[in-house]
């Protein structure tokens, strides 16, 4: 059984950076994309970043060259690293995984097969 675990979030001044990290465990399959999203109250959910099991990567317009994300060897453990934080950064942010799916944009092709964590809180204040 997959399960995703989240953590690092909370209030931060704008400009400033936070670290979020995601502890997975049981993810079967050796060829997968891990993402991160985020869900602002009233507003949809965004999927903000992703990596493959081959280590490409891509990113969102709204996080592109202020977000990185990473990975531990041995997909036990996915980072988000936020600079130059801004309060529409404002919001709940989801770990996920989905097996058999890869590619730089592979976060964009989630499908309800898709195992998330519970979410860690971000609160950026101006």
């Known amino acids: 059984q997959v399960q995703l675990q989240e953590s690092g979030g909370g209030p931060v001044q704008a400009g400033g950076s936070l670290r979020l990290s995601c502890v997975a465990s049981?993810?079967?399959?050796?060829?997968?994309?891990m993402g991160w999203f985020r869900q602002a109250p009233g507003k949809e959910r965004e999927g903000i970043a992703g990596?493959?099991?081959?280590?490409?990567?891509g990113y969102g317009d709204s996080v592109k060259g202020r977000f990185t994300i990473s990975q531990d060897n041995g997909k036990n453990g996915l980072y988000l690293q936020m600079n130059n934080l801004k309060p529409e950064d404002t919001a709940n942010y989801y770990c996920?995984?989905?097996?058999?799916?890869?590619?730089?944009?592979?976060?964009?092709?989630?499908?309800?097969?898709?195992?998330w964590g519970q979410g860690t809180q971000v609160i950026v204040s101006s």
């Open positions: 996920a995984v989905e097996t058999r799916l890869i590619g730089y944009g592979c976060f964009r092709s989630f499908s309800v097969r898709a195992t």
């Open positions: 049981g993810i079967p399959d050796s060829v997968y994309c």
């Open positions: 990596i493959d099991s081959q280590g490409r990567t």
